[in-house]
């Protein structure tokens, strides 16, 4: 493939519809609400994972128990 | 050894969850980037081959092939730059949008370089009076139309700072002060030349070099000039844009220049680079262009390479003279990066 197509194949990518599992992240990257939660959440593991205050509580329904 | 027994509910199977996602928001601005690269000549079929069908990858691979494996060894054995291509810049603290299909190419600092440039000005000072200031005058005034330093002009401006604010602090307060006592730690020759007439200076230095440029220090010499080449037209970066962002701070130091190891500036350096991570700070560069726009896109890559090719001579430079000095090659440039406090 010559430079020309190589360019020419990029700019019929560039006028393309984007695929629809782009659109839905897009979207979601887009939302107020969805960048609240995923800041939320990765601000929480950051809080918890670098110290040893506070445990996260495992949920009970998912673990069983040991003894 | 008594194992768990096996619990249907323990643990989520990950089977058939994807372990990786990539999306692009503005593809067609992505597209259109990788298109230019081409016309540009930084990118190809091998590139796009290797980038295996992903547009991102072939943008990154196509502009690190741009760089260079040798300057980018360079670089990253002496400062910490970040290069990226986005279709939005800060405002207010905030990532907002370009719009209109623009792009902005940025170069981020995140660890400033390191220059001991003592020894070498006491080396040249004993070649030739006024060599060694004529070296250290001429290398800063370069590096300041392209580039923010952190040298004795920082410290002795942190010095001040700190009279000032002892002088409004209550008295019992005032004896807890230290200063760091900068103008003591300027080598003479540097010290003498401090306060001279800026023009009378320049053309003192410039004659100083030039009759020096083909004797002992000629390798100096002659990286100083094409530092000064690169740096004789400024960088046009889109400066509009980084002033409507508010960022809080000019861009952090790309080279901290100090006289010995631990000196006053180092001193300086250490307590004022506490806090420069707390707030946002201007990228080293910024270019905005589109990238349909061909006429555009080979300007931003003129300043993108004008900045990079000033670097590349810049720590050669700072290579050569501490290695020319046996100064500190075993100098950890980790030692330098800013911290967040």
Same mark, same amino acid.
């Given at each position: 493939?010559?430079?020309?197509?190589?360019?020419?194949?990029?700019?019929?990518?560039?006028?393309?519809?984007?695929?629809?599992?782009?659109?839905?992240?897009?979207?979601?990257?887009?939302?107020?609400?969805?960048?609240?939660?995923?800041?939320?959440?990765?601000?929480?593991?950051?809080?918890?994972?670098?110290?040893?205050?506070?445990?996260?509580?495992?949920?009970?329904?998912?673990?069983?128990?040991?003894? | 050894?008594? @194992?768990?027994?096996?619990?249907?509910?323990?643990?989520?199977?990950?089977?058939?969850?994807?372990?990786?996602?990539?999306?692009?928001?503005?593809?067609?601005?992505?597209?259109?980037?990788?298109?230019?690269?081409?016309?540009?000549?930084?990118?190809?079929?091998? *590139?796009? &081959?290797?980038?295996?069908?992903?547009?991102?990858?072939?943008?990154? *691979?196509?502009?690190?092939?741009?760089?260079?494996?040798?300057?980018?060894? !360079?670089? *990253?054995?002496?400062?910490?730059?970040?290069?990226?291509?986005?279709?939005? =810049?800060?405002?207010?603290?905030?990532?907002?949008?370009?719009?209109? /299909?623009?792009?902005?190419? !940025?170069?981020?600092?995140?660890?400033?370089?390191?220059?001991?440039? /003592?020894?070498?000005?006491?080396?040249?000072?004993?070649?030739?009076?006024?060599? /060694?200031?004529?070296?250290?005058? *001429?290398?800063?005034?370069?590096?300041? &139309?392209? #580039?923010?330093?952190? +040298?004795?002009?920082?410290?002795? #401006?942190?010095?001040?700072?700190?009279?000032?604010?002892?002088?409004?602090?209550?008295?019992? +307060?005032? /004896?807890?002060?230290?200063?760091?006592?900068?103008?003591?730690?300027?080598?003479?020759?540097?010290?003498?030349?401090?306060?001279?007439?800026?023009?009378?200076?320049?053309?003192?230095?410039?004659?100083?070099?030039? !009759?020096?440029? &083909?004797?002992?220090? &000629?390798?100096?010499?002659?990286?100083?000039?094409?530092?000064?080449?690169?740096?004789? @037209?400024?960088?046009?970066?889109?400066?509009?844009?980084?002033?409507?962002?508010?960022?809080?701070?000019?861009? =952090?130091?790309?080279?901290?220049?100090?006289?010995?190891?631990?000196?006053?500036?180092?001193?300086?350096?250490?307590?004022?680079?506490?806090?420069? @991570?707390?707030?946002?700070?201007?990228?080293?560069?910024?270019?905005?262009?589109?990238?349909?726009?061909?006429?555009?896109?080979?300007?931003?890559?003129?300043?993108?390479?004008?900045?990079?090719?000033?670097?590349?001579?810049?720590?050669?430079?700072?290579?050569?003279?501490?290695?020319?000095?046996?100064?500190?090659?075993?100098?950890?440039?980790?030692?330098?990066?800013?911290?967040?406090?």
């Amino acid at each position: 493939m010559t430079r020309e197509e190589l360019a020419a194949l990029f700019m019929a990518k560039a006028g393309e519809a984007p695929p629809a599992a782009n659109l839905i992240l897009a979207r979601h990257l887009q939302c107020k609400e969805s960048c609240d939660l995923s800041s939320a959440i990765a601000e929480a593991t950051q809080r918890y994972a670098g110290t040893d205050r506070t445990l996260l509580q495992a949920p009970p329904e998912l673990l069983s128990p040991l003894a | 050894m008594t @194992l768990a027994p096996a619990f249907s509910q323990a643990l989520p199977s990950l089977v058939g969850v994807r372990a990786d996602y990539t999306h692009e928001t503005n593809r067609e601005l992505l597209f259109q980037l990788c298109a230019a690269l081409v016309r540009e000549e930084l990118g190809d079929q091998n *590139t796009w &081959k290797q980038a295996g069908g992903s547009a991102i990858r072939f943008a990154q *691979t196509a502009m690190a092939r741009g760089i260079g494996d040798e300057r980018d060894k !360079l670089l *990253t054995r002496n400062v910490e730059y970040h290069l990226q291509v986005s279709d939005a =810049l800060e405002r207010y603290g905030e990532d907002a949008q370009l719009g209109s /299909g623009r792009l902005a190419v !940025l170069i981020e600092c995140g660890g400033s370089g390191y220059l001991k440039i /003592g020894p070498a000005i006491e080396a040249m000072e004993a070649e030739a009076e006024g060599l /060694g200031a004529a070296f250290y005058w *001429t290398l800063t005034h370069a590096l300041y &139309k392209v #580039m923010r330093l952190y +040298n004795h002009d920082d410290a002795l #401006m942190y010095e001040e700072q700190m009279h000032e604010y002892a002088a409004e602090d209550d008295e019992e +307060n005032q /004896g807890q002060y230290e200063f760091p006592e900068v103008e003591k730690a300027l080598p003479e020759c540097i010290r003498k030349t401090l306060k001279r007439d800026f023009r009378e200076g320049k053309a003192c230095d410039r004659e100083l070099l030039r !009759l020096h440029r &083909k004797g002992r220090f &000629k390798d100096w010499i002659g990286r100083l000039r094409r530092i000064e080449q690169l740096a004789r @037209l400024p960088l046009k970066q889109s400066r509009e844009y980084l002033e409507e962002g508010h960022y809080d701070q000019p861009p =952090l130091p790309c080279l901290l220049v100090c006289y010995k190891e631990q000196d006053a500036i180092v001193a300086c350096f250490d307590e004022e680079s506490q806090s420069m @991570l707390e707030c946002t700070s201007e990228p080293a560069l910024c270019a905005i262009f589109s990238p349909a726009n061909p006429g555009e896109v080979r300007n931003a890559l003129r300043i993108v390479a004008r900045f990079i090719q000033i670097n590349t001579e810049l720590f050669s430079l700072v290579e050569s003279i501490h290695e020319g000095h046996h100064a500190d090659t075993s100098f950890d440039r980790s030692e330098s990066l800013l911290r967040a406090a």
